[in-house]
């Protein structure tokens, strides 16, 4: 009995692979937002206003007041590794962003519908385009797919429509826009928190309700008080640590022993990206656990930044963990001054209520 034959070995169709890359970068509306949050603060931009429709599933639109784009790059945006960031491979390690490969826009571009308005200060006007699979398309079938001008302010505004219109395997993976919706309004009050002298806004398409709102001169503390609340912001010590040798500097505000919940709240950036760390997280827990009562916790604002030539930028964009060298020293740094910080507002205040 001979072996079944093998089946031949063929090629995927590039959009076939296209989409299978955006799909794995954009797993949910939160993290095309999350990119194009990015995008416009790399930007410059001191004002974010954003609206979201069915939790970002059937619209994501954010408005900027950045530098815009230069009419002629229009083309090539939104294809695959295209950047502004990034020239080298060495630029790799010094580069300081996570966003810098250019994969954002293409990606989205191959699941959604995608238009750009943008208007740089020496553009006598805005430039709107649209974009499907990585490329210019035109608005409305048989139209010409060349940018056409408009009228517009200086800055970017982005329209990302019906996403995960064409991978149904997706579409069934939301059960419903208010849980996305959520996890839209906790990324924005991140950045808000994190992003000094720059406004954001978020809200529903069609509600005059704001999800949130923060000026551009808040202060850090008025911004957690506005998302936050009072009893975190009226809680709140800074702290600030830094040493040449593991080439880090970290800084942020941490809520005191009056304050404790049932879940711990950490505001995480690493070379200014919301990021997540379950090393941070624990380590952060157990400074907690000698101040806190049993099961209750704290909420924090860290705000790190490390050399970039310490940090593994080159993870897949999939990766919402970070490496960087020396990560438990400079955990254990972080956590000895928030543990000293700690123990001096415990001793001035049982000195307050001795006298
Ligand atoms: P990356 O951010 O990794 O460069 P993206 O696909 O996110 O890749 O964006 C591609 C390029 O488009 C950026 O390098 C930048 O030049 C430009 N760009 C994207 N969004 C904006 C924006 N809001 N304002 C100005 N330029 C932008
Ligand atoms: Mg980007």
């Known amino acids: 009995v001979s072996p079944q034959a093998p089946k031949r070995i063929k090629a995927l169709d590039q959009d076939v692979v296209n989409k299978i890359a955006a799909g794995e970068i954009i797993v949910a509306p939160v993290h095309a937002l999350k990119e194009l949050i990015e995008n416009a603060v790399d930007a410059g931009s001191t004002l974010l206003e954003i609206v979201v429709k069915d939790g970002g599933l059937k619209l994501l639109q954010i408005t900027d007041n950045g530098h815009g784009i230069n009419k002629d790059d229009l083309p090539i945006l939104c294809e695959r590794f295209t950047t502004s960031k990034l020239k080298a491979f060495e630029d790799l390690s010094s580069i300081g962003t996570y966003g810098f490969r250019g994969e954002a826009l293409a990606s989205i571009s191959h699941i ?29 079938p048989g139209q010409s797919a060349d940018p056409k001008p408009t009228a517009g302010r200086g800055g970017t505004q982005i329209t990302v ?84 040798k593991w080439g880090f500097k970290a800084s942020g505000w941490t809520t005191n022993a009056n304050y404790h919940v049932k879940k711990t709240t950490i505001l995480l950036f690493i070379n200014h990206r919301s990021v997540e760390s379950s090393a941070i997280k624990k380590a952060i827990e157990q400074t907690y656990s000698a101040f806190l009562p049993k099961g209750s916790h704290p909420f924090i604002y860290l705000s790190l930044d490390i050399d970039p030539a310490r940090v593994d930028v080159n993870v897949h964009p999939t990766k919402r963990e970070v490496n960087f060298l020396n990560e438990d020293e400079i955990i254990e740094s972080i956590c000895a001054e928030i543990n000293a910080r700690l123990s001096q507002v415990d001793t001035s205040r049982t000195f307050t209520t001795q006298s």
């Open 112 to 140: 959604a519908h995608l238009a750009i308005t943008t208007k740089t200060a020496d553009s006598s006007c805005a430039w709107r385009a649209h974009y499907a699979d990585g490329k210019l398309a035109p608005a409305k």
């Open 161 to 244: 429509e019906d996403l995960f219109y064409n991978v149904l395997s997706r579409q069934k993976a939301f059960r419903s826009p208010s849980e996305e919706y959520a996890k839209i309004l906790d990324l924005v009050g991140r950045y808000a928190v994190h992003c000094k002298g720059v406004a954001f806004s978020c809200k529903k398409h069609g509600d005059s309700a704001m999800g949130i709102s923060t000026p551009s001169n808040a202060s850090t503390v008025d911004c957690i008080r506005q998302i936050h609340g009072s009893a975190v912001a009226n809680e709140l010590i800074n702290f600030e640590v830094s040493d040449d």
